[in-house]
């Protein structure tokens, strides 16, 4: 009896350790755990996404028949470039310290992390220099470049080589950044030899063009300094779907309690940052997460804008005017063919803010539904979506065309024609323009809108 006893209990051991093994070896091995093995991993950041997620590479020559090109406006955000000095300084010297924790759940066998994202993960070291606050890295100026190169190749006659003062027009705001990126646009554009000689304005104090609601005292006090401008932002994070992404990236990596919020958005700043300063390479904090604790953190970041810079609050469009009344004046005098003679191209380089608060004053990215804290997987298709609107690198280009008949507006975002309200087609008569925005280009007075 005493030796079937034991021979029972021996049996149970067995299987046990048997079983215990195989699940190791299974948690170790399968491929589909590992974000290591993933071909196309998820790269939508939100305003953090690369700008490789975006452009268009056809750069062949714009040709539109009984049509001549006469003058082209662009605006582009700067391209990708370091995070803040503050939020650097956390990066190198916290998330070390928090792989260390995971490294030992592994050790213990918690967690879900494959043994390549561990090792990735050690592997991992933080590359940027802290003091560059903010700075254009080297895909910053490549993307900007590259951006400059592909608009030269479409318009090769209007934007026309040697390079002449007197024909373009280049503005950007007091920053690093922007500045960097400009001068990166016109090497593409004209070649390193011609780019020397561009001259260069930077904005002056008010930006009224490039910067204008950071003299918006109406913007300021009813968005920026307004909290219920991130209520949405704020009740999302309370709702089941967010507490369960937290839960979701506590329990791969094998915490027994719930991470901060601050520690989650330490892990996604810097897998974001990682995969668009080198687009081309796994970025290793990326594995913490799943696509679908993705998505979510990315619609966070949509409610912010869309309430900060969109459609959240008229005076975030309102004040954008400036910029659109400056294309119709200036479309105006070349169509009204007076002698005095006008730049061929305008060149802009801002920011998000800016970016996305001209998007809304055209009308463009405007869903039928407002975003809300919990209607994110009914509006999973939405046209808000920071990530392909606003990334690094995006542009906005208004091209002016002498046509037989008339002459004509198309639009260009991310380096593709769009439809603009209140024309017929991408190829919009320069009346239909004028018609749908000439009255909001009149009426432009950003400090009376900005009047509390």
Known sequence: MQTTYFLCITLIVCCITFVLSDVNSIRNAEPSLCYDNVDSPY?????????????????EEVKVKGCVAKQL??????????TGTKDMIKMKEKLPLIFKDIKLNHKEGRGSLCEDDINNLEDWEFIANVTEDKFLVREGFLELKGLGRRFQKRFPTLLSKPYVNESYEFQFTDSERTDVSAQAFAKGMFGKKDSSNVYMKKSPKPDNLLRFYRTCDKWLKEVDENPDATIEKKLFEKTPEFLSMIKSVSDRLGFTSLRTLGDIDLMYSMCSFDKAWRPKDLSAWCAVFNENDLQILEYREDLEYFYEDGYGYSINYEQACTPLK??????????????????KGFFYFTHSGTILKVLARMGLFEDAVRPTHLNRLDIHKRAWRTSLIDSFA??????????????RVT????????????????LCHFREFVNQYGSLAEKCNVEDICRI
């Open 43 to 59: 790269i939508l950041f939100s305003t953090k996404t690369g700008y490789r997620v975006n452009q268009n590479k056809d750069d």
């Open 73 to 82: 406006w662009l605006m582009s955000r700067h391209g990708t470039r370091n």
């Open 326 to 343: 400056h294309i119709i004046e200036n479309f105006g005098q070349t169509v009204q063919e007076s002698e005095v003679s006008r730049p």
């Open 394 to 407: 995006s542009n906005i280009a208004f091209a002016l065309f002498k046509c037989a008949d008339d002459y």
């Open 411 to 426: 639009a260009y975002f991310q380096e593709r024609p769009v439809r603009l309200p209140g024309c017929s087609h991408e």
